[in-house]
């Protein structure tokens, strides 16, 4: 997580320096291209529940059987997606109301890439995979090495260094599916290698049945993610209303904040692969205790992350884009989400604790709740009244909503049966 954040801060620092229209072009085209990935990213999910629970079973070659079909499922469905992306690059940016000024860079970024979403969403899902095995080892190594080479290639592919030609948001999509590619080379080594997770020649065919599995599994999550990434693409529309400043302090906001929630994407990891093991050996009472402590500690953090956010925050923005228009713009979207960040993180650690315990068609559709019926409508009245200030206020809104109401549902959910009462696993 901490080396897609990096390359992702420094992304918007070189891009800080060739202007706001690169960074803008950023915020549109990264929209729709995890709009468009976000399709097939919930296989990792459904992939990491069916593998984890063969390997609480002890047995691995079915572990191997259902890794495999998981990966099929991705190649294919990043295959289909990454011929769309090219076909529909333009209707999507004019769909999305792209503004003349920040149309060529953005249809250069979203092109490249699509191209480069087949070992983008091959890294995901297996490294989804090995988070669900306990192997974070090897998901770090992949990232480590993908993030290094992109964080090599990016600053002359950006800014035109060397014998490089000046690319600007195009260099930085470029740089980052060079990366990616490199990322599913060093998979597939280590794929290969003994581990918890080992892929078998001898479990490698096609079976239809399991794949069904796995696609139910996963479908929950993989609506979320694309009603997520819509709003988001949404948002990034009613943004472009204010001008390619108000996208860039956007751009610029939303990277810091991706930056800050680090932690608590990994306590959700760990709780998320706890649950897995625990209620594959019928320890419920173990896995609800990990998700509870994984939100203790969260709320600890974010309310010491969100007070320097609070107090430093034109430092921050101007660290990366020192222009006074995206400074007074980004201040004010990172104080205002980040106070709404306090709840929604915490909603973070309990929907990865649903996705753990196998009950992840709640946590999707407290999404669809809080995305679709308050923070996009939200957003949309009130930047008529107050402006792009509007906007982060309905952000905000949206995420004390998710929190709340995630909680509430953890803390209400099927589980609360009898003590000594076995429930099984992902309900299969």
């Given at each position: ?10 992304d918007l620092f070189w891009l800080g320096k060739v202007g706001s229209v690169a960074m803008a ?351 996009v409508p939200t957003a949309f009245l009130l930047s008529r009244l107050l402006g792009a200030t ?36 992902f309900g299969i």
């Amino acid at each position: 997580m901490l080396a897609i954040r990096l390359l992702q801060i420094l992304d918007l620092f070189w891009l800080g320096k060739v202007g706001s229209v690169a960074m803008a072009a950023l915020a549109i085209g990264s929209s729709l291209r995890w709009g468009l990935s976000s399709l097939a990213m919930g296989l990792g999910i459904g992939g990491m529940m069916a593998v984890g629970q063969r390997l609480g079973e002890r047995d691995e070659k079915a572990a191997s059987v259902a890794a495999w079909q998981t990966i099929i499922l991705c190649l294919a469905a990043a295959a289909v997606l990454s011929a769309a992306g090219l076909a529909l690059a333009v209707p999507m940016l004019r769909l999305l109301g792209t503004g003349e000024d920040v149309f060529p860079a953005s249809l250069s970024y979203l092109r490249i890439s699509s191209l480069g979403l087949i070992p983008a969403l091959l890294v995901y899902t297996v490294n989804a995979l090995w988070r669900g095995t306990g192997e974070a080892g090897k998901a770090l190594a992949t990232l480590g090495l993908a993030t290094g080479l992109s964080l090599a290639l990016e600053p002359p592919l950006v800014l035109g260094w060397g014998p490089f030609p000046r690319l600007g948001a195009a260099g930085s999509a470029l740089a980052t599916a060079l990366g990616q590619t490199l990322g599913a080379i060093v998979q597939c080594f280590l794929l290969a290698r003994d581990g918890r997770l080992c892929l078998r020649w001898d479990t490698l065919y096609i079976s239809l049945p399991l794949m069904a599995r796995i696609i139910g599994l996963s479908a929950p999550s993989t609506a979320q993610m694309v009603l997520r990434s819509l709003s988001r693409a949404t948002l990034v529309g009613i943004v472009g209303w204010f001008g390619a400043a108000a996208l860039a302090a956007y751009a610029t906001a939303n990277g810091i904040l991706m930056a800050v929630l680090i932690p608590c994407h990994l306590l959700g990891n760990v709780a998320a692969t706890l649950s897995v093991e625990n209620l594959g050996h019928g320890c419920r009472k173990q896995a609800l205790r990990t998700v509870w402590l994984a939100a203790i500690v969260d709320a600890g953090y974010m309310a010491l992350a969100v007070a320097a956010l609070f107090a430093c925050a034109p430092q921050f923005i101007a660290a990366l884009n020192p222009h006074p228009e995206v400074v007074d713009y980004g201040a004010n979207a990172l104080r205002i989400i980040g106070l709404g960040y306090l709840s929604s993180s915490l909603g973070m650690i309990m929907a990865r604790g649903l996705d753990g315990i196998g009950s992840v068609v709640p946590a999707a559709a407290i999404s669809v709740i809080t995305l679709w019926g308050v923070e996009v409508p939200t957003a949309f009245l009130l930047s008529r009244l107050l402006g792009a200030t509007g906007i982060w206020l309905a952000i905000a809104l949206g995420g004390v909503a998710n929190g709340v109401l995630l909680s509430y549902r953890f803390r209400r959910g099927w589980w609360s049966g009898e003590p000594g009462q076995r429930t099984p696993a992902f309900g299969i």
